[in-house]
């Protein structure tokens, strides 16, 4: 609740005057009740998320897939689990496309169980 400061004129204070004032002090005011709804907004926004490119560019494809050396790091035993896909629309003029990279994605050692 927001206090407003009033400047006393006088030292004695009527009976209506201290009443208008208490009123004053008990109701909400208007400017209180547009921030409270002001801040409830600001905390209920999302965040920005990014629209993907658009479907009728063409796509080209580079898959960066772990080394032979890395796979014989991990053994024979790991798991393949998919790609990670991150994309970048680079123009030439006149001439749209969209790079999709496919990463390697395997779980960690570290978090591995051991059966």
Not at 37 to 43: H, I, L, N, R, V
């Amino acid at each position: 609740m927001r206090i407003a400061r009033t400047r006393i004129s006088s030292l004695y204070i009527d009976e209506a005057e201290l009443e208008q004032l208490l009123a004053d002090l008990d109701s909400p005011e208007q400017g209180d009740a547009e921030s409270t709804a002001q801040e409830k907004a600001d905390s209920e926004r999302k965040k920005p998320v990014r629209r993907p490119l658009p479907e009728h560019f063409n796509r080209v494809e580079k898959i960066l897939d772990l080394s032979d050396e890395e796979k014989a790091a991990m053994g024979d035993d790991w798991t393949f689990m998919g790609y990670d896909t991150s994309e970048q629309l680079p123009i030439i003029p006149r001439q749209h496309y969209v790079i999709t990279s496919l990463r390697t994605s395997v779980p960690s050692m570290s978090r591995r169980t051991t059966r």
